[in-house]
């Protein structure tokens, strides 16, 4: 049986494998269930508010220095590239943390297509003629 990772989405933890009440970031039940050994990484939500969806998911990971102490990063893959940013200990752990870190590795949005355009091409495909005056029809009946 695979194991769910944990999701955190409008401020709250969603974990299966949490019992007990709805942990909520920036508490200390949140940093209490950052510390503990069982949570090794949970994925961010990335809620884009002008669209009124989630665009993806940033991974965040505890990982180990050699010297025994944990840190976290955050992890998010954009097309190949696989981008890592350094968050820290667990008490930089917090909402404003995420959430600057989310809006770097949001999805850029390239301006928005001109209407004309496709209106233009519409026209230019299914009103173009099949043949002009000097070419041979392609289908002769």
């Known amino acids: 049986m695979t194991k769910s ?6 401020g709250i933890v969603l974990d299966d494998q949490t019992d ?4 909520r970031l920036d508490t200390p039940a ?6 503990a050994p069982t949570t090794t990484r949970f994925s961010y939500a990335l809620f884009n508010r002008s669209r009124g969806y989630i665009d993806g998911f940033m991974t965040v990971r505890k990982e180990q220095r050699q ?3 944990a840190y ?3 992890y998010r893959r ?3 590239r696989l981008r890592k940013v350094y968050v820290g200990p667990s008490t930089a752990l917090t909402e404003a943390r995420l959430e600057q870190i989310a809006a770097q590795l949001r999805p850029r949005a390239g301006p928005p297509p001109n ?3 496709f209106a233009l091409k519409a026209a230019n ?5 099949l043949c002009t005056s000097h070419e041979t029809p392609l289908l002769s009946f």
Do not use: A, K, N, Y
Not at 5 to 10: E, L, S
Not at 125 to 129: E, H, I, Y
């Open 5 to 10: 990772i944990p999701i955190v989405q409008d």
């Open 20 to 23: 007990g009440p709805i942990i």
């Open 30 to 35: 949140w940093f209490t269930w950052l510390e």
């Open 67 to 69: 010297r025994g102490t």
């Open 72 to 74: 976290w990063s955050v």
């Open 78 to 80: 954009q097309g190949r």
């Open 115 to 117: 209407p004309h355009f």
């Open 125 to 129: 495909v299914w009103l173009r003629p």
